[in-house]
């Protein structure tokens, strides 16, 4: 398995640099310069910008050969699924720090960043990244990695489409009482904690439905 995430990464090593170095600069300028409502896309741009190059893992395999060859090694199938899964969350991890150690920089020096609102955004971030995974694997492996750019586009929007709605949904819920074992609680809290809680369940659903497609498909 460390082989297969080695040779992932070799694939992807330069756009992984590069999203880095980007949503370094970018969460920087936010924070020194942004609005507050922009602020909170300062957790948002370093998490989704640095799982962007695990799902390109797929497409450089297509185009260098080595999704083929793979197959003629000592690994099976679930273990190439099982790669491209644990890339998207080692990746999504390093851009998690990323986002925490720029809001903890940017609060030391103006203050004020670091609110229960941010740990929110953090948890929202996250959310948004796994539904990326979520949509992007199943229907790569479905479609085939030569229209990977236009799913990606379309998981971009999807997984975003999908929490702003969610959000809307449950204020509707909250606001008409339906939630009212949850009344006393943080509502924030409530949303966040809870869409992650999906989230990582529709994941796990998500490794299951690409781990089927991929066996049967055919090279």
């Known amino acids: 398995m460390s082989g297969l995430l080695l040779t992932n990464y070799y694939m992807v090593s330069r756009s992984f640099w590069g999203y880095l170095a980007l949503s370094v600069l ?3 300028l936010l924070i020194a310069f942004g609005s507050e409502s922009l602020v909170s896309f300062a957790l948002f ?11 390109e893992v797929l497409k450089h395999e297509a ?6 060859f793979v197959l003629t090694t000592p690994v099976n199938r679930g273990n190439v699924v099982q790669s491209h899964y644990l890339l998207f969350l080692l990746f999504m991890f390093v851009g998690m720090l990323v986002a ?11 203050g004020g960043l670091l609110t229960s609102e941010t740990l929110y955004t953090f948890l929202g971030a996250i959310a948004v990244a796994l539904l990326l995974a979520v949509i992007a694997f199943p229907l790569t492996y479905f479609l085939g990695t030569e229209k990977s750019d ?17 959000s809307w949904a449950f204020e509707e819920a909250y606001a008409r009482g339906w939630l009212e ?3 006393s609680w943080d509502s924030g809290f409530v949303f966040s904690g809870g869409m992650l809680a999906i989230t990582l ?9 690409a781990l089927g497609i ?5 090279f």
């Open 26 to 28: 970018l969460s920087a």
């Open 45 to 55: 741009i370093p998490i989704i910008f640095m799982v962007s190059p695990a799902l």
């Open 63 to 68: 185009k260098s050969g080595w999704g083929k």
């Open 100 to 110: 925490a150690a720029v809001f903890i920089v940017g609060d030391f020096l103006n």
């Open 150 to 166: 236009m799913v990606l586009i379309i998981s971009v929007f999807a997984a975003l489409a999908l929490f702003f709605l969610s």
């Open 181 to 183: 074992p949850f009344s």
């Open 201 to 209: 369940i529709l994941f796990l659903i998500s490794f299951v439905v």
């Open 214 to 218: 991929y066996k049967r498909k055919e």
